[in-house]
Nanobody
């Protein structure tokens, strides 16, 4: 079974940057054969799509709320998924999750992903 783990969250001020990482534990995972994505969930809110890479064609998608500020990428040699977050805003405060699925994509919705990490907290103060 695929296991994912996020790291890199923390508390920052508005305008700062963070880079989140997602790595595999347990069975080896080749990320270029999975659609991979980032989601976030604030208290009392539904889980929200942030960004995604479809494994067919390496198509990249970013939610309108983060386009131009966040960038999803992957290191195929190390099987690491990244989310670079620049110009953070208080409304970005949430638990951030990485996810993976064998579907060719696009997926974009949390219900379409099978494998999930446990999340990492990002808090942005004004």
């Amino acid at each position: 079974q695929v296991q994912l783990g996020e790291s890199g969250g923390g508390m920052v001020q508005a305008g700062d940057s963070l880079r989140l990482s997602c790595v595999t534990s347990g069975r080896a995972l080749t990320l270029n054969y999975y659609t991979v994505g980032w989601f976030r969930q604030a208290p009392g809110n539904e889980r929200e799509f942030v960004a995604e890479i479809s494994w067919i064609g390496d198509r990249t998608f970013h939610a309108d709320s983060v386009k131009g500020r966040f960038t999803i990428s992957r290191d195929d040699a190390k099987n690491i998924l990244y989310l670079q977050m620049n110009n953070l805003k208080p409304e970005d405060t949430a638990v951030y999750f990485c996810a993976a699925d064998r579907s060719p994509g696009p997926i974009r919705r949390p219900t379409g992903y099978e494998y999930w990490g446990q999340g990492t907290q990002v808090t942005v103060s004004s």
